[in-house]
């Protein structure tokens, strides 16, 4: 049953690399339902929901009208159209955000609103949807996943992830190959982004493929014991000089205490998550103390999530493609569910896109299982490399301007 | 007067992402004075003047046999014959040293010495060269430069600071998308590798020629001011909620102090170089305490000197050239010299390639210039920019295998 009107666009959370990819696929696939005259306008919300609260609209349609600045978008980090951290409290809490939301959808014609963003944004398209099904406003809610921590449930992945695996999978082979120079004993610790999940830390193995693996990789999958990593860093000093490790911020002790708790002066972000720094120089010092040779901690920080210059391509061609597939659910009556990537039992990899119902997803983590972690846990087996290898292929090729990525901002 | 014999080349000090250009260089310049019937053999010694005085030499013609290696040896970071960070003494102090390397040199019927690195090095290249003068063994000693600090004299530039820079400039633009997302005021502090010169942390200012300037750039050449940086903040504030701020790992205050003196445990290097680390750390705390604001610091840390999957292809192509040109300078007599690039005064970049006496370079630092760095010293002029685009033109394009660039060990 065809429903006509306008659609409203937004995204959430922290950036990606492949954010905006999802965005251009959501006005690839309107701008078709606009040729079939379903879709009007597609609006983008400034800053997310925040945005929208206080009708901070532009029109993408008119913004992206060529397919040149599509092409760029796909390759420009983080979110063009502003991201935000709020999180939708519940109608019986809030009930004036919601009228107001609905007032606006109603006075803009939107019946279809799509959410690229992580668990919390997923939240805010099952409340919008639940609070939706009551009015005689009909509206299709459908969220896009996007998380470099790969850690959404009922995915076999996620937009943003292949390309954030790519970069640490580069930069560990890089890392390796400098800190192999020297022949005098030093340990390298490589801290990766990921809180409650090590997929991103697992893709620091991928350099394995050309014999190439950094030495020990601990994810916060397994708890975390001071002691084994010493004997561990001890096993590997017998054969090599430079030992590098990988390790998640988020690894956590015995006792569940997160290893490098206390160590920053950061505080909690805006949704209580405590915002986690330091496992690396945490275990930095204690490689000193224990050991006592050189040892240095690099952070990946930032770059992880928006070093679009090394983006993968499948992860970008997937995002785009989800994002079409997101108003096609949508054109079809699909409304509360979250756009999911289901791999194919095959030999050579390959992707088809569904729908997952939100309800369940939002507050759920899906963690590294334990066949892709070895015996001690200070490895990612075959079957965890088989996984991760082929989301990180391809390259995206930017177009370059002055020697730098070209990016388009709006 | 034509010199027949072999030839040894090693590489010393820090890796690049264009040491191994510069090595390829020599390998082709050398093969080339193999079939003119000068150079009969070119060794590699492993991990520089240590690996040459343990006798641990590879033969380089055999192992680089193809074209294919050649390509792919340009396109991986850091030494692939290993380095170190010894600098001789003075004969008068270690003349057993000295008898060994000319006793070695003998026996393998060495005559040419190309020595690939940065300033210790080059100190190496004047004290082998002085002392051989003195002898009856002819032999001709070439300095090739190479650091990502771009600090030596008498060069232009150095090979491997463009592909440094392209990185900078690069993750500059892109952190700049990724903490422009949000519209809560935040300072994010991004601190970038230079000890005494502020050659790299200018380049992030490289993405103003798109429009796309970090706020904020300080360098070692100017004392820094706590009291001036808080005021800067607090003025672009006034103006948007997102500052970007470059900083130099090397920066100091007034009295000379360095700014991040004392904040990390990290010990002096084997010159007792002082290990910086932590200006970043330093200035978010300061922001933290004066403004109040989200702050975060990014230490760009080891991929800057090796992220070739980002290298300038006019440093890369550079590199090899002054490789091979440093090869044709010792077949036509050159000895005691570094090889260097000269900017012709034209309106297109283009350089020719010369020598400079190496005496008086070894123990100069090259600075970047007043001109380059605006009156409140929280900038780079016009002319600082125009002096450094050049250097990143141009993406190298590796071969990639596995969704990562391809490298070669040997």
């Known amino acids: 049953m065809l429903l006509y ?45 925040e945005g929208l609260l206080s009708e901070e609209l532009v029109d993408l349609f008119h913004i992206f009208d060529t397919e040149e600045k599509l092409t760029t978008l796909e390759a420009t980090p983080a979110a063009a159209l502003g991201s935000c951290r709020k999180r939708l409290k ?41 609070y939706s099904s009551e009015l005689d406003w009909e509206m299709r809610f459908i969220g896009v996943p996007k998380t470099i921590d790969n850690d959404l449930a009922a995915t076999d992945h996620t937009p943003g992830f292949g390309s954030a695996a790519k970069f640490v999978a580069t930069t560990m082979k890089e890392i390796l190959r400098d800190v192999s120079v020297y022949k005098i004993p030093a340990v390298t610790i ?23 693996a950094p030495d020990l990789i601990y994810l916060p999958e397994r708890s975390f014991s001071p002691e084994e990593f010493i004997e561990d860093i001890k096993e590997i000093q017998k054969t090599k000089p430079a030992v590098l490790v990988a390790v998640s911020e988020g690894i956590r002790d015995e006792n569940g205490r997160y290893v490098g708790e206390g160590t920053d002066s950061r ?42 210059h090394i983006a993968s391509l499948t992860d970008i061609g997937e995002s785009v493609m989800i994002g079409g597939a997101a108003v096609k659910a949508a054109l079809v009556g699909s409304t509360g569910v979250m756009m999911t990537f289901e791999r194919e039992n095959s030999p050579e990899y390959s992707v088809r896109i569904a729908t997952a119902d939100i309800n369940g997803i939002a507050n759920e983590i899906r963690r590294v299982p334990e ?40």
Request: glycine share 12%; with cysteine.
């Open 371 to 410: 066949e892709y972690i070895n015996d001690r846990g200070n490895g990612i087996t075959e079957a965890g490399i088989a996984y991760l290898a082929p989301l990180i292929l391809g390259e995206l090729s930017p177009i370059y301007e002055n020697g730098m990525p070209r990016h388009i901002v709006i």
């Open 267 to 308: 505080a909690v972000d805006a949704f209580g998550h405590k915002a986690l720094s330091g496992a690396g120089r945490v275990l930095e010092a204690l490689v000193k103390e224990k050991i006592g040779c050189k040892v240095r901690s690099v952070e990946l920080n930032l770059p992880q999530r928006c070093a679009s």
């Open 190 to 212: 490589v801290e990766v982004m990921g809180r409650d999940a090590g997929w991103l830390t697992a893709s620091a193995a991928l350099p394995a493929l050309s014999g190439d």
């Open 5 to 49: 009107g306008n659609a409203v666009v937004g995204q959430s959370g922290g950036p990606t690399a492949a954010i905006n990819a999802t965005l251009s696929g959501v006005i690839r696939g309107a701008l078709s339902a606009k040729d079939d005259g379903i879709i009007g306008t597609l609006f983008g919300m400034r800053n997310g929901i």
């Open 90 to 130: 519940a109608p019986s809490i809030d009930a004036d955000a919601y009228e107001k939301l609905f007032d606006i959808f109603r006075r803009y014609n939107i019946r279809y609103f799509f959410y690229i963003g992580g668990n919390d944004s997923m939240d805010t398209v099952l409340k919008l949807s639940e």
